[in-house]
Antibody, heavy 125, light 111 residues
């Protein structure tokens, strides 16, 4: 069974920093392309960024609103994905989901099969 | 990159069929066959219902079908059931630096 478990959420002041983690099990994490998707309270889904597997270059891409402030990284030895969030703004308040495609089933990286339960980040003074 | 446009709400009676539209641009839906659909119940994570425009993951009911024409994608739920009540989001891969865009979301109500 695939499990993605986010942690590290909480309350942070504007301008502050926070790091989220996503522990993965049930997947071959080293081959996984992992994404973060967020959802502001009562709002829709918004893609935040993605990191490729190290085999495929290990590079990360970001949505325009977070580029330069957020950094996605991975520790394959720990099967863990990270989201370092700096210079946080009130509009970053959201539930943050980690997610990944089941490449072996679909041969595609352009959708999201598995999702964590989400971690709530609240940016407020 | 703007969100894809979906109707805010769609409703139907049990057994009926409903269709949710998702309108994008020539930079996303119109360019790629990488449209996916997600079902989200309150307080839960999204669930993949369709990928690659019209493919269903294993375990998703064949009452869910989807298609695309030009810049617009559609999700049809046939034989509507009470358990289908949820929010539905479309998504597409894009040609911009923001690789994925989601729709504005549609609340489905079973009357």
């Amino acid at each position: 069974e695939v499990q993605l478990v986010e942690s590290g959420g909480g309350l942070v002041k504007p301008g502050g920093s926070l790091r989220l983690s996503c522990a993965a099990s049930g997947i071959t994490f080293t081959n996984a392309w992992m994404s973060w998707v967020r959802q502001a309270p009562g709002k829709g889904l918004e893609w935040v960024g993605r990191i490729k597997s190290k085999t495929d270059g290990g590079t990360a891409d970001y949505a325009a609103p977070v580029k330069g402030r957020f950094t996605i990284s991975r520790d394959d030895s720990k099967n863990t994905l990270y989201l370092q969030m700096n210079s946080l703004k009130s509009e970053d308040t959201a539930v943050y989901f980690c997610t990944t495609p089941d490449y072996y089933a679909s041969r595609s990286y352009t959708h999201f099969d598995y999702w964590g339960q989400g971690a709530l980040v609240t940016v407020s003074s | 990159q703007s969100a894809l446009t979906q109707p805010a709400s769609v409703s139907g009676s049990p057994g009926q069929s409903i269709t949710i539209s998702c309108t994008g641009t020539s930079s996303d839906i119109g360019r790629y066959n990488y449209v996916s659909w997600y079902q989200q119940r309150p307080g839960k994570a999204p669930k993949l219902m369709v990928y690659g425009v019209s493919d269903r993951p294993s375990g998703v009911s064949n009452r869910f079908s989807a298609s695309k024409s030009g810049n617009t994608a559609s999700l049809t739920i046939s034989g509507l059931q009470a358990e289908d009540e949820a929010d539905y989001y479309c998504s597409s891969y894009t040609s911009g630096s923001t690789l994925f865009v989601f729709g504005t979301g549609t609340q489905v109500t079973v009357l």
